[in-house]
């Protein structure tokens, strides 16, 4: 996008060795707290598959008086083609308490393409990505849900733990490793190291085509810069990182041939299915990740058991409602359809949980048995789902 043509960055203030700050995890997305011209604070996702800031909320444009210059068109993983968005002129940006933007610009996207506030439950304003990480060490703890930010090389490196080479490409991370498949080849593969994906592994291409696996799953796999992104999700036999060896892994893969819309050819993806079960060191300048493992490291790859795919919805998104049911699913022997709204979930209403407390609890076990009541047809039913794993 010709509008990034200056440099563009984040830097901590003179006096700060070294800036922490809180975030939040919802649905493995890391939010932040940021300030755009003296207002806010609005929440962004921490992203390091998005090469530039993107403004996903089109109403900010009024509420900070945000000065608009020109349309573009921006072309992404979706089904559609491109969407147009605003670009801006600099804005004052700040993230946290003391990480202040330097001739920042950002896009704004003329329509919400992304429902991201309704896929996390809590209003989502933009997603942050490049400029955040190009000059600075970025620590993030998935324990205690903490980010520590210095300049580039300032942060020690793990005791225990590994380093690992990054290719900073079309403003982007990139690593080489290596993954199995259910057929025992090995294969080297070049993958985004992406804070902004929710799932463990994401495969946009394959090799020869050959078959993956039996047990396949058909399913929403979220939103791309200009749309809805289908496939289907099943099983890797193993990745590798590093001395770390990832096995009967998660994996999702679009139907779309994403990677021929990219400048750097790329096999797909790693999120924070993967990274959440270590500390990281980000540092993009000496193209360096530092990994230590935390406690969910070992932890086994499990997906939605119920077959529901559902969004948060209403002015203070406290409502669930059914986009789709697997057929087949434990949602589909119960009677379960789209539309129907959910309304408690073992007899606690879904007000007073999050979307991630019902993520847990639909993928928690095979063979338990759930209480799920709905509202459908102005009435409200209860039905037992028997949770069982499709892959």
């Known amino acids: 996008m010709a509008f990034l043509a200056h440099a563009q960055h984040f830097n901590i203030g003179d006096n700060a060795k070294q800036v922490k700050f809180h975030f939040r995890l919802m649905r493995d997305m890391i939010i932040v707290p940021v300030y755009i011209n003296s207002k806010g604070p609005f929440n962004f996702v921490l992203d390091t598959g998005v090469g530039f800031m993107l403004i996903t909320d089109p109403k900010l444009v009024d509420s900070i008086d945000l000065v608009t210059r020109r349309t573009v068109k921006i072309f992404g993983s979706g089904n559609a083609e491109s969407f147009e968005a605003y670009t801006t002129s600099e804005i004052d940006v700040k993230v946290g308490n003391a990480i202040k933007s330097s001739m920042v610009n950002a896009a704004i996207l003329k329509e919400d393409h992304f429902g991201l506030s309704n896929y996390t439950g809590m209003p989502i304003h933009g997603l942050l990505g490049y400029e955040f990480f190009s000059e600075l060490s970025v620590k993030i703890n998935f324990i205690d849900s903490t980010l520590v930010v210095a300049r580039s090389g300032m942060l020690k490196p793990f005791k225990k733990g590994i380093i690992v080479p990054l290719n900073i490409e079309d403003r982007k991370p990139y690593l080489n490793t290596a993954i199995m498949l259910p057929d025992s080849c090995l294969a080297e593969n070049k993958f ?37 992104i289908n496939g289907y999700i099943s099983r890797i036999k193993q990745l590798t990182i590093g001395k770390y060896r990832f096995y009967d892994v998660i994996t999702s893969f679009p139907d779309t041939n994403a990677s021929s819309r990219f400048f750097v050819a790329r096999d797909g993806n790693i999120g924070l299915g993967i990274l959440k079960r270590f500390y990281l060191i980000l540092d993009y300048k000496n193209g360096l990740m530092y990994m230590k493992p935390n406690y969910r490291l070992k932890e086994p790859f ?90």
């Open 302 to 391: 499990e997906h939605d058991m119920s077959g529901i795919e559902y969004y948060a919805a209403g002015p203070d998104l406290k409502r669930i409602l059914i986009s789709r049911v697997e057929p087949g699913s434990a949602a589909d022997e119960a009677g379960l359809t789209a539309d129907d709204e959910i309304t408690a979930v073992n007899f606690k209403n879904v007000d007073r949980m999050s979307i991630v407390d019902i993520d847990n609890l639909f993928k928690s076990q095979h063979n338990r048995n759930v209480l799920v009541e709905i509202y459908r047809d102005k009435k409200f039913e209860t039905v037992i789902l028997t949770l069982k794993r499709r892959i």
């Open 192 to 228: 985004i190291i992406d804070l902004g994906a929710g799932h463990p592994l994401s495969l946009e291409k394959l090799q020869g085509n050959r078959d993956v696996s039996r047990k396949i799953v058909a399913a929403n796999l979220g939103v791309g810069i200009t749309g809805p």
